[in-house]
Nanobody
Framework: VQLQASGGGLVQAGGSLKLSCEASRRTVSNNGMGWFRQAPGNEREFVASIGWNGGNEYYSESVKGRFTISRDRAKDTVYLQMNNLKPEDTAVYYC?????????????????WGQGTQVTVSS
C-alpha cells in the first residue's frame, strides 16, 4: 500500500485547509484510517481516525469541533477538513492505514504511513 498525502500549505490563523490521502497499489477500503501530526521537537501525535465504513470517528481534544475526518471508499481516499486553524496546529500531517477495521489513537496500530504534508499556520 502506498499512501499519498496532499493539501498542506501556509494559512493564516482562523483559516481552513483540507488534506487528502489517497491509497494506491492496494485498497485500504476495509481498514481504519487515521491522521497524525508531528511538530519539530515533538512526538507524533494522534489527530483523528475513522473506521472502515466511515463510522467510529475519534478526535483528539485539541482538534475536536474544528477538524472533521471523512473517507470515500470508492476512491480509497481519506480527508481531513481543518477549520479555524491555530498556530499550534502547525506540523507535518501524516495519514495512516490501521491494521484493523477501526482507527485508533496509537501509532503502533497502524501498518502503512504516508509521507506527510506540511501545514503551517501563521498568527
Amino acid at each position: 500500500v502506498q499512501l499519498q498525502a496532499s493539501g498542506g500549505g501556509l494559512v493564516q490563523a482562523g483559516g481552513s485547509l483540507k488534506l487528502s490521502c489517497e491509497a494506491s497499489r492496494r485498497t485500504v477500503s476495509n481498514n481504519g484510517m487515521g491522521w497524525f501530526r508531528q511538530a519539530p521537537g515533538n512526538e507524533r501525535e494522534f489527530v483523528a481516525s475513522i473506521g472502515w465504513n466511515g463510522g467510529n470517528e475519534y478526535y483528539s481534544e485539541s482538534v475536536k469541533g474544528r477538524f472533521t475526518i471523512s473517507r470515500d471508499r470508492a476512491k480509497d481516499t481519506v480527508y481531513l477538513q481543518m477549520n479555524n486553524l491555530k498556530p499550534e496546529d502547525t506540523a507535518v500531517y501524516y495519514c495512516a492505514a490501521s491494521r484493523g477495521a477501526i482507527g485508533t489513537t496509537t501509532t503502533s496500530s497502524y501498518r502503512y504511513w504516508g509521507q506527510g504534508t506540511q501545514v503551517t499556520v501563521s498568527s
